[in-house]
């Protein structure tokens, strides 16, 4: 490991920006790489808006890094650490992944995709020994969500009280990229197993997302609709099948998907220093090739364990509006 880690940031969005924000406080050399339309805004640098509770931070400004539009450019740097700051379906398109483990020599690999299958993918193009998953505990978006709502241009990002960004990985590498971390001010900590610690959540969050959707977006028409029992039941399919089955790892989550709890998670989104409803139409729109991504494969893994899959299908229709009671 360099004196000043040699961090390249694969995507420039606004999980990239925060990750950067944080790594750049650690005193990382950091380098983005990005789709060469998006090179010259990110070489103006970015603006980060940090959020609370109750008030909000002063504007950050995050600049004085490289950037880089190739993987001839990548090959020519020696790194540290790779972030993959992409959504799961970018990281799976075409073949560009296995050219940049061919450029970024041994430096350790750092994921942060939710979905099922996206570890396996990886492992094609580099070893175990090498990648390092972590999870992201944090919400930001490109701000204002609406004109004159919130902060101002730039990014927004919370990060909600007692979150934790986990991270488990081979042993050296993994204190590394945490010891950067925390040395940034990142709540970072070691755990023994990330996809396992977001199995449920990931499973929780994205059929729910789904359905919400099939409600265009609004709580209300979500909560009074006939689709919450069919979204409750969808979700026990896609938990049973992230955890592999286990009773014993899901027992906990059953209790998510009471009305009850439903009802207080619908409560605890007005806590948030922002609009949630309107945060989630505008970020599960944009990243909602992921999502449908994270569906299919769920129904997928589940025909092939010989798991029940009906009410995900449903869910997953083209076009559903109105799922099954």
Known sequence: MSARPRVLLVGAGSVGQVFGRFLAAAGCELTFLVKARHAEATRAGFTLHPLGLVSRGPPERLSGFEVLESQDEVARRTWDQVWF?????????????????????????????????DREWLLQHVPEDRLVSGL??????????????????????????????????????LREVVRALRQGGYPAREHPSVAQA??????????????????????????????????????????????????????????????????????????APFDMETYLRAHFTKVSAQTRLMIREYIDTGRDRGQPVRHLEALNAPGARTLPR
């Open 198 to 271: 977001m199995a449920v959540p990931s499973a929780v969050l994205n059929v729910f997302v789904t359905g919400l959707e099939a409600a265009d977006w609004r709580f209300a028409r979500f909560r009074e609709g006939p689709s919450v029992r069919a979204v409750r039941e969808a979700t026990r399919e896609a938990i049973a099948i992230a955890t592999g089955g286990h009773r014993g790892r899901t027992a906990w989550a059953v209790g998510l998907l009471r009305p009850l709890a439903f009802r207080l998670a619908f409560l605890g989104t007005r806590l």
């Open 136 to 173: 992201i505990p944090f919400i930001s978006f490109a701000s204002p969500l609406k004109p004159g709502q919130g902060p101002g241009p730039g990014t927004a990002f919370w990060l909600p009280p007692l979150a934790r960004g986990l991270f488990s990985g081979p042993p050296g590498r």
């Open 85 to 117: 700051c992409v959504s799961s379906a970018a990281l799976r398109e075409g073949t560009w992944v296995g050219g940049l483990a061919r450029a970024t020599g041994e430096a350790t690999w750092v994921m942060l995709q939710p979905a099922l299958h």
